[in-house]
Structures are given as structure tokens and as C-alpha cells.
């Protein structure tokens, strides 16, 4: 863990507790326009403040949903998670580098979460939060890091990185597939550790589209 985060780590920090800031001021306004919702046609909403607003898929959403929280928890675990992978791994693939990463993953988890509500499980809430960016950086750590040692708040046994990553990713499979924790997006954290796996492995040249040459 670096003694001083790196510039991106840091602004991302940054970004995100001061979004949801906002969210304690300006509430459903913001929840409405720039969550993530589903692809579909808009649905009319009524907000607390008697304003009728149609609510829906807009392009943005793809990234501004990613520094929203739906409360205290939400935010400090990602914000943690952040704080504890992010900085090794930018400084490992450098800024620009993570830059692009975290925002692929961004991308493919509310790809993967849109592509479950809509041919699955076809409902209409919002999906905010980090979590997908997140996961992205936790396979990361995982494949850049394998040996390390990572250990659960409520299992304290240290577990090479790579088994932890493995073992996140299948809790996340099997609940997806449940429907136990519905209030979820269990997808779109999956959706996310696959977009960094994809991009992890084009970076080292192991798919059929090889990186350019410098």
C-alpha cells in the first residue's frame, strides 16, 4: 500500500464522496438523471416534491452511476476498496493506464447489469455505485498479485489474492443466480471483473486482438 495515493486513486476519492454529497442535497433530482436505468421505454415518476419527471436509459448514465451511493455503507465499503487496491495497482499500470482500466470496468458492469434486467429479470429500479469499477480492480489485484495475502473482516485467515478473487467472483455467481440478495447488482460486479480480465489480457497479448506496438 503506497504511503501517498496517486493522482487518479485520489481524485476518484474525491469525485465520489463529493457526488454523494450532492445526492444528500439534491436527492431524487439526481437519482432520476443520473443512475443507471434500465433500457426501455421511460416510465412517468412523481417526485417527493410533487414534480412529475419521465425517468429512463440515457447514455451518461453509464459512467455517472458509478459515483452515486445509496447510502453510508454503500459508499464507505467501495470508498475503502479504493483507498486499499486502487493505489497499488495505478501505480503498477500508470495513470493513464488505470484511467482507461477503471473505466472499462465501469462500462462493462452497467453493459452486463442492463443485459440482465432487460432479458431476465425485468425490473425498474436504478443501479448505482462503484462496486463495478471496483471489482475490476480486485481482479486486478488478484492476477497482478496472486501471492498476496488478502483477508475478510469476518474471516480473519489471511487467503492468497488469487483464491480470494476466485472465491468472490463464484458468492457473486451463486447470488446473482439466486435472486437472494435482489437489491443488488451482483451482475454488474461480475460484468465488471470480466471487463478487466478482457482488458488485462489484451494488454498482455493473450486474445485473438493484439495490442500496437510503440
Same mark, same amino acid.
Given at each position: ?63 455517472? +452511476? ?14 475503502? /476498496? ?18 482507461? +482500466? ?27 455505485? /462503484? ?29 492468497? /489474492? ?7 467472483? /463464484? ?30 489480457? +489484451? ?12
Amino acid at each position: 500500500m503506497p504511503t501517498r495515493l496517486p493522482p487518479v486513486t485520489r481524485y476518484l476519492l474525491i469525485a465520489n464522496v463529493v457526488v454523494f454529497l450532492l445526492q444528500q442535497v439534491m436527492g431524487e433530482t439526481l437519482l432520476a438523471h443520473f443512475a443507471l436505468w434500465p433500457w426501455g421505454p421511460d416510465q412517468m415518476a412523481q417526485l417527493r416534491d410533487g414534480s412529475i419527471l419521465a425517468i429512463g436509459f440515457r447514455p451518461w448514465q453509464l459512467v455517472t +452511476y458509478g459515483f452515486m451511493h445509496g447510502g453510508y455503507a454503500h459508499i464507505f465499503f467501495n470508498m475503502f /476498496a479504493l483507498y486499499m487496491f486502487g493505489g497499488a495497482i495505478e501505480q503498477t499500470f500508470g495513470s493513464r493506464r488505470f484511467t482507461f +482500466y477503471y473505466f472499462v470496468c465501469l462500462l462493462t458492469a452497467a453493459l452486463t447489469q442492463l443485459l440482465v434486467v432487460k432479458y431476465f429479470t425485468h425490473g425498474f429500479e436504478p443501479t448505482l455505485g /462503484a462496486s463495478g469499477a471496483i471489482f475490476g480492480l480486485l481482479l486486478a489485484f488478484g492476477m497482478l498479485y496472486p501471492h498476496e495475502k488478502l483477508m475478510l473482516m469476518f474471516i480473519p485467515i489471511p487467503i492468497p /489474492a488469487w483464491l480470494f478473487v476466485i472465491g468472490y467472483g /463464484a458468492v457473486e455467481l451463486t447470488l446473482g443466480v439466486s435472486g437472494w440478495q435482489p437489491d443488488v447488482a451482483h451482475f454488474a460486479h461480475l460484468g465488471g471483473m470480466l471487463g478487466g480480465f478482457l482488458m488485462i489480457e +489484451y494488454w498482455r497479448g493473450k486474445l485473438p486482438i493484439k495490442p500496437k506496438r510503440r
